[in-house]
């Protein structure tokens, strides 16, 4: 049997191939960010004797105020700027892979074409806000 070979526009490599890549890439993000997070945790907490409890919220949100209720002496460590952009950047990828879950769900269930582009407007406000509201908190707090 002979192998065909399609050109790319006809092999479907479209927007939705696009965002079918996306998707599985931002979770490939999201988990090398949790585990950045969480080996930095065990790292630096492994010092304080941070319990696992710590150790885990430190990993899916690296901010410093969540360590500044725990009983560790030292916060200088948690505050340095690698932290601020590791949690921007899983916050960032996180919250458009979720949207992106969204409205491929809803995709499913809206059968018309206007329907389908004022759920995609109303996510992507929601998106935004989320972000921007999410990364205020991480670099002011």
């Known amino acids: 049997m002979k192998s065909r070979n399609l050109p790319l526009n006809k092999r479907g490599f479209n927007f939705e191939m696009i965002m079918w890549i996306f998707t599985r890439l931002s979770a ?3 988990y090398t960010l949790l585990l950045i997070g969480f080996i930095g945790a065990l790292l630096m907490g492994a010092r304080e004797q941070m319990n696992f ?3 885990m919220r430190w990993a899916f949100m690296p901010n410093p105020s969540h360590v500044i209720n725990t009983n560790i002496p030292d916060i ?3 505050t340095a700027l690698f932290w601020q952009l590791v949690a921007s950047a899983l916050l960032l990828v996180a919250t458009a892979h979720g949207v992106h879950g969204l ?3 809803a995709d499913d269930y809206i059968v018309t074409s206007n329907g389908r582009k004022i759920v ?3 996510s992507m406000l ?3 806000s989320t972000s921007l509201i999410g990364l205020y908190i ?3 707090f």
């Open 28 to 30: 490939l993000a999201m």
């Open 53 to 55: 409890a710590d150790v």
């Open 76 to 78: 200088a460590p948690w």
């Open 103 to 105: 409205v491929v769900i």
């Open 120 to 122: 995609r407007l109303i």
């Open 126 to 128: 929601m998106m935004a």
């Open 138 to 140: 991480l670099w002011t």
